[in-house]
Nanobody
Framework: QVQLVESGGGLVQAGGSLRLSCAVSGRTFSIYRMAWFRQAPGKEREFVAA????????YYVDSVKGRFTISMDNAKNTVYLQMNSLKPEDTAVYHC????????????WGQGTQVTVSS
């Protein structure tokens, strides 16, 4: 089993920054890739960014490229999402997720942290 706990959300004005954290525990040696997803009210869950557990790979949805950065601290078993130049459309509940292999779905999820960007 893998446990994920997000933190760092909050209320920020447009143009501001936040850093989300995802603390990972359990069978971390089995993790292949971590990701951040978000879900705004009334909308489908959206992929935001991903990173391999061992590093060397990152991927972003086009809408956040150049503004968000995903990173890992393997010593702390923590994944971060640095969010800069925030926009009101970034408002959502942000979840981190983990998957155990390249060809399977993300099957471990955190409870989420709310990010609200005011205009």
């Amino acid at each position: 089993q893998v446990q994920l706990v997000e933190s760092g959300g909050g209320l920020v004005q447009a143009g501001g920054s936040l850093r989300l954290s995802c603390a990972v525990s359990g069978r971390t040696f089995s993790i292949y890739r971590m990701a951040w997803f978000r879900q705004a009210p009334g909308k489908e869950r959206e992929f935001v960014a991903a990173i391999n557990w061992t590093g060397g790979y990152t991927y972003y949805v086009d809408s956040v490229k150049g503004r968000f950065t995903i990173s890992m601290d393997n010593a702390k078993n923590t994944v971060y999402l640095q969010m800069n130049s925030l926009k009101p459309e970034d408002t959502a509940v942000y979840h981190c997720a983990a998957k155990l292999g390249p060809s399977i779905n993300y099957n471990y999820w955190g409870q989420g942290t709310q990010v609200t960007v005011s205009s």
